[in-house]
């Protein structure tokens, strides 16, 4: 999954161009997710104390879930980083399209009104401009200023250019393969044009999911799960180098082996 984030102040044109980004990739034919960030301290999503989904809440329940004739919502008793809330998308989604997300490493189009705007949102995962400013300007940093509501087209080829697939963000003392000081800086110099996705050496080959969520794991994991593995798989009939290897495990059948493994002994 490819993942696109639009930041900018209120009224700089961010929800327009995120419209017009996500109507476009539709058109061509991917699947896309969307995420509003919002900057609100007493925003909820169920405002209303005596409703029955917040009585839930109130009574210690961490997930809840409003299943209504037309929409299904799901409400977090707390607030989740912005790899969690990836995480629930990735592996179901092409695209994911995230509005006003500018803590996390991720490739950022930046709105506004101003140049002075402009230079308060800018970043170094930014690779373009659009929103009201870019109707004005042809480009910022040496960045191109794209105009969402008359060449949507142009900006989503830019956008299918520039970002990636997903890369991991682990803490900078997890990893450090790729020989950067961490995966976010790792992020810049790829948006930067100085390093390619493909040098990112985690979760290649091998891929680890816990009741549907991919798990990232840094280098030296994969490595031993990769052997672990190939030990047992390869003095197998039916091996042969080069294939694809797939296991599933359930934890309530290897529950239920240990205990009559127990009660034998």
């Not at 709105?111 to 170094?124: G, V």
């Not at 950067?180 to 790792?186: L, N, V």
């Not at 390619?196 to 031993?224: D, S, T, Y």
Request: with cysteine; proline share 3%.
């Amino acid at each position: 999954m490819k993942v696109v984030s639009v930041c900018g102040i209120s009224g700089s044109g961010k929800t327009t161009t995120i419209e017009n980004i996500i109507s476009e990739l539709c058109r061509r034919g991917y699947k896309v997710g969307s995420v509003k960030d919002i900057h609100f301290e007493q925003f909820t999503i169920d405002p209303v104390e005596t409703s029955n989904t917040n009585r839930h809440r109130r009574a210690g329940a961490s997930l809840v879930t409003a299943r209504g004739l037309f929409e299904t919502d799901i409400l977090h008793q707390s607030r989740l980083s912005v790899e969690e809330i990836i995480d629930i998308y990735d592996g179901k989604y092409d695209w994911l399209v995230l509005e006003g997300v500018d803590d996390a490493p991720i490739p950022t189009i930046v709105t506004a009104h101003t140049h002075e705007d402009l230079k308060d949102k800018w970043s170094d995962m930014a690779f373009a401009v659009s929103g009201r400013l870019s109707a004005e300007i042809d480009e910022y940093m040496g960045k191109p200023a794209i105009d969402a509501t008359t060449n949507i087209g142009e900006l989503v080829d830019l956008i299918e250019l520039k970002v990636y697939d997903r890369l991991p963000n682990f803490p900078p003392e997890c990893c450090g393969a790729c020989g950067m000081p961490s995966c976010g800086d790792f992020a810049e110099a790829v948006i930067a044009g100085q390093r390619h996705r493909k040098e990112c050496v985690a979760n290649k080959g091998i891929e680890l999911h816990i009741n549907g969520k991919r798990i990232q794991m840094v280098p030296f994991v994969q490595q031993i799960l990769t052997n672990a593995v190939l030990g047992v798989a390869s003095e197998l009939i039916g091996y042969e180098k080069g294939c694809d290897i797939e296991i599933k495990l359930t934890n309530h059948h290897l529950s239920e082996q240990a205990k009559y493994s127990a009660a034998d002994k």
